[in-house]
């Protein structure tokens, strides 16, 4: 199966910092837009950030201040740096990218991030 690979999480206490990293599948051409999104228990999936190959960027309001996206084209990896966590940043944390001639979507498994004391 073809997915993207996170990495990053962990349990860290409020107010720390976490940096997630997401590699495409190697084998994915073109590559384009990469994003993260979370899932906390009992909610649906949210867009977290979100960042095209051209560096254009997109935050959800809950993060912003706090979280930057960004990526390494020649890696085709995206980050997400996460400052001041809070405990209702807790969730499972998925990357997703679009690529292939059809710009199909690939998700990876995710990352857990809890935010606790």
């Known amino acids: 199966q073809v997915q993207p690979v996170e990495s990053g999480g962990g349990l860290v206490p409020p107010g720390g910092s976490l940096r997630l990293s997401c590699a495409a599948p190697?084998?994915?051409?073109?590559?384009?837009?990469m994003g993260w999104y979370r899932q906390s228990p009992g909610n649906q999936r949210e867009m977290v950030a979100v960042i095209s190959s051209g560096g254009f960027t997109d935050t959800a309001d809950s993060v912003k201040g706090r979280f930057t996206i960004s990526r390494d084209n020649a890696k085709n990896t995206v980050y997400l740096e996460m400052n001041n966590l809070k405990p209702e940043d807790t969730g499972d944390y998925y990357c997703?990218?679009?690529?292939?001639?059809?710009?199909?979507?690939?998700w990876g498994q995710g990352t857990r991030v809890t935010v606790a004391s």
């Open positions: 190697t084998n994915i051409f073109r590559v384009s837009a």
């Open positions: 997703k990218c679009l690529g292939g001639a059809t710009q199909a979507a690939y």
